[in-house]
C-alpha cells in the first residue's frame, strides 16, 4: 500500500489545519492507522491512531484538540488539528499497521510510511 499525505502548512498559533492521508494500491479499511510527527532535532513521535473499527487513541499532548477520522470509502485518514501551538511544528508522517491488527503506539509498530507533510505553527 503507498500512503499520501497532504494538508501541512503554515498557520498562527490557535489556528486549525485538516491532515489527509490518501492510500493507493488496497484498501486500507482493515489496518490500523496512525498519525507520528517528527520536531527538528527530535524523535518521531505517537500522535493519534485509529483502529478499523474506529476506536481512536491520542497522544497526552494532542488529546482535546486533534481528532482522527476515518473515510473507507475514499480510503483516507485524516487528522484535524485545532488550537496549534508552536510546539506542534513538526513533520507529520501518516502509517499503517499490518492487516488486521489493532492499536499501536510506536513507529515500529507500523510499516507503511506516507512521505511526510511539513506543519509549521507561527506564534
Known amino acids: 500500500v503507498q500512503l499520501q499525505a497532504s494538508g501541512g502548512g503554515l498557520v498562527q498559533a490557535g489556528g486549525s489545519l485538516r491532515l489527509s492521508c490518501a492510500a493507493s494500491g488496497r484498501t486500507i479499511s482493515s489496518n490500523t492507522m496512525g498519525w507520528f510527527r517528527q520536531a527538528p532535532g527530535k524523535e518521531r513521535e505517537f500522535v493519534a491512531a485509529?483502529?478499523?473499527?474506529?476506536?481512536?487513541f491520542y497522544a497526552d499532548s494532542v488529546k482535546g484538540r486533534f481528532t482522527i477520522s476515518r473515510d473507507n470509502a475514499k480510503n483516507t485518514v485524516y487528522l484535524q488539528m485545532n488550537s496549534l501551538k508552536p510546539e506542534d511544528t513538526a513533520v507529520y508522517y501518516c502509517?499503517?499497521?499490518?492487516?488486521?491488527?489493532?492499536?499501536?503506539?510506536?513507529?515500529?509498530?507500523?510499516?507503511?510510511w506516507g512521505q511526510g507533510t511539513l506543519v509549521t505553527v507561527s506564534s
Open positions: 502509517a499503517a499497521r499490518p492487516y488486521g491488527l489493532g492499536l499501536g503506539y510506536s513507529s515500529s509498530d507500523y510499516n507503511y
Open positions: 485509529i483502529t478499523s473499527g474506529g476506536s481512536a
